[in-house]
């Protein structure tokens, strides 16, 4: 299809562009400013209602300032130390978390620090966008915290669940984002190649409706760690007990993404015997390598100091791991020309409630043609544009301890496994099982609702399906030649 893939698409499994969409190329972009970058996660209404109305059942435990304690570093508070003792039994304490410019594990993180309460979000928003997500304690004793106003991120209560909410409940998210670029300049668009067959104009953003329920549901650079796509190399270390390496990695792994600053930070970060002197010297933003080169400094068991790094990030690695090795299968599989959108008898599809079934090229062609659909998927269309337009949608297996190997594309699985020399059960971490993946299905292809482009604000609106990601549907659209520095 049109465009050549950039280095960095490759480096993380993704091998192709899909749509004739020629894409605005060279010079447009996305998050010039984090305000350029907005998203909201999108609940089910079910999930909606089971929160409880915030002023309900007596006192709300806040203070006559309205319950807001700010701090403008995001932390060092401990003013939530009090929080509402009365609400024990009403539920799952919920709130919403407001944040920009920095990402979800570092902004609970925060709130850990301030409250010694540990929140729960549905889904890992990123740091360069501002976005509005559900979080949820941990624990039925429905301590609700103060709200809370930071220089980053501001967390507000939302009301109590009567159970903890799940990844299920968050439909998807929505989506607004501006496309920056000198859109009065023709020829600046129509070619990622930035030459002299450039197209004469940018082609009209309104005209990629036709592809976005089409493109392939890749993950997306973030989850590889964007300009320093190194924690699916981590989290293959891992799986292969090699924490020699993933500390290496950790700590060295270089990339011609990464900023100068950081190269030449991590150059000095190669000596056993300045692990203490190194961990001291890190700048901010470099928390992870700070407590390895910590926990070197003081055991040197590399083992023990990849337990000291954050659960929710040591999960992230092997799924990292998990999500390359699915970029690679779809790439290969869209390489030989599979099917992504037509199921075939024996697929396993995702309906319109999100559940899985074999698709026997029967059993669902009657709701197909009626348009009817599962109870989910009614509400969702209810609720933020969110609909799963396919009932019988073409999924991919997540390799991992409980690989499903019983589908057409069990042999580009195959294949890649053994180029990365690894096997399903690998995934089974032994001497760390709380990062475990056990693996599951996915979407072969994005599930999009509401694609709308605004030309007088040169934003794109739209709403995916959960755990799809807005830059592997705008990787089509622009098609940019560099994605790190158009702000993917």
């Not at 950039?6 to 305000?35: K, N, Q, S, W």
């Not at 796509?229 to 990464?258: C, K, N």
């Not at 040591?314 to 037509?342: H, K, M, P, W």
Request: aromatic share 8%.
């Amino acid at each position: 299809m049109s465009g050549t893939v950039p280095e960095i698409d490759r480096m993380i499994g993704i091998g192709v562009y899909t749509t004739p969409f020629p894409g605005l190329g060279r010079g447009y972009g996305i998050r010039a400013t984090p305000d350029d970058f907005v998203v909201s996660e999108i609940l089910s209404p079910a999930a909606l209602r089971m929160i409880r109305d915030p002023g309900a059942g007596g006192s709300d435990g806040s203070d006559d300032d309205g319950g807001s304690s700010s701090n403008g570093n995001g932390g060092g508070s401990n003013s939530n130390a009090d929080a509402d003792a009365s609400a024990k039994g009403r539920g799952y304490a919920v709130y919403a978390l407001r944040k920009r410019g920095i990402d979800t594990a570092h902004a609970l993180g925060a709130i850990r620090k301030m409250t010694g309460v540990r929140l729960k979000p549905l889904g890992l928003k990123d740091a360069s966008a501002v976005t509005t997500q559900y979080v949820c304690s941990t624990g039925a004793a429905g301590r609700r915290l103060r709200d809370i106003s930071a220089s980053r991120f501001g967390l507000a209560f939302a009301g109590y669940a009567k159970r903890p909410l799940t990844k299920k409940q968050m439909l998807g998210n929505r989506f607004r984002i501006r496309i920056s670029g000198d859109w009065s300049s023709p020829g600046s668009g129509g070619s990622n190649r930035g030459d002299a067959t450039a197209a004469a104009t940018a082609p009209d953003p309104s005209d990629f409706a036709t592809y976005a329920d089409s493109v392939p549901n890749f993950y997306g650079y973030q989850r590889f760690g964007s300009g320093r796509p190194v924690t699916h190399l981590v989290g293959g270390a891992l799986t292969r007990g090699d924490y020699d390496e993933a500390v290496r990695l950790i700590l060295e792994y270089e990339s011609p993404y990464d900023t100068r600053e950081r190269r030449e930070v991590r150059e000095n970060l190669a000596d056993p015997a300045l692990y203490a002197q190194s961990a001291r010297r890190l700048p901010s933003g470099m928390d992870t390598e700070k407590t390895v080169l910590e926990g070197l400094a003081t055991h040197g068991d590399p083992l023990r100091a990849l337990r000291a790094v954050p659960l929710l990030l040591r999960r992230l690695y092997v799924s990292a791991y998990q999500s390359y090795v699915f970029n690679c299968t779809l790439s290969a599989a869209i390489a030989a020309g599979e099917s992504l959108l037509d199921p075939e008898p024996g697929d396993v599809c995702f309906d319109r409630n999100g559940d899985l079934h074999k698709y026997d090229g029967t059993s669902y062609a009657a709701a197909m043609a009626t348009g009817s659909g599962g109870k989910n998927g009614r509400e969702a269309g209810a609720h933020g544009g969110l609909v799963r337009a396919r009932n019988d949608a073409v999924a991919i297996p997540i390799v991992g301890y409980s690989y499903y190997s019983k589908t057409r594309f069990a042999p580009y699985v195959s294949d890649v496994l053994v180029d990365e020399s690894v096997k399903p059960r690998a995934f089974f971490l032994h001497e760390m099982q709380e990062a475990s993946g056990e693996g599951g299905f996915r979407d072969a292809v994005i599930q999009c609702s509401g694609y709308a482009w605004h030309d007088d604000a040169k934003t794109v609106e739209f709403s995916l399906t959960r755990g799809s990601f807005a830059t592997m549907l705008l990787r089509e659209l622009i098609k940019p030649p560099n994605p790190i520095s158009a702000g993917f």
